[in-house]
Nanobody, 121 residues
Framework: QVQVVESGGGLVQAGGSLRLSCTAS????????MGWYRQAPGKQRELVASISKGGTTNYADSVKGRFAISRDNAKNTVYLQMNSLKPEDTGVYYC???????????????WGQGTRVTVSS
């Protein structure tokens, strides 16, 4: 079984920065893509950024130039550096890890519980 735990959320003023971390642990044979999603109040969950095993990144247009995703494959950890935060970045941020628990398993999505980010104006 794969466990995914996020940390690093909090309250910050507009223009500030936060760094989110997410670590996958447990029975893990292989991890492919890792990513961050967010869900604002009253809205659907949306992709913020993702990163492949080889380091190819993908960002939502709304965060390009402000957020940076990175990963440490040795630690099964993905990070999201968030700069120049805006009130519209407020929401619960969820980590998604596409992992295969055992050698004979397919890769599938594992979600964390989420970490709340609040940006005040």
């Amino acid at each position: 079984q794969v466990q995914v735990v996020e940390s690093g959320g909090g309250l910050v003023q507009a223009g500030g920065s936060l760094r989110l971390s997410c670590t996958a642990s447990g029975s893990i044979f292989s991890i492919n893509d890792m990513g961050w999603y967010r869900q604002a109040p009253g809205k659907q969950r949306e992709l913020v950024a993702s990163i492949s095993k080889g380091g190819t990144t993908n960002y939502a247009d709304s965060v390009k130039g402000r957020f940076a995703i990175s990963r440490d494959n040795a630690k099964n950890t993905v990070y999201l550096q968030m700069n120049s935060l805006k009130p519209e970045d407020t929401g619960v941020y969820y980590c998604n890890v596409n992992a295969a628990p055992r050698a004979w398993d397919s890769h599938y999505a594992h979600w964390g519980q989420g970490t709340r980010v609040t940006v005040s104006s």
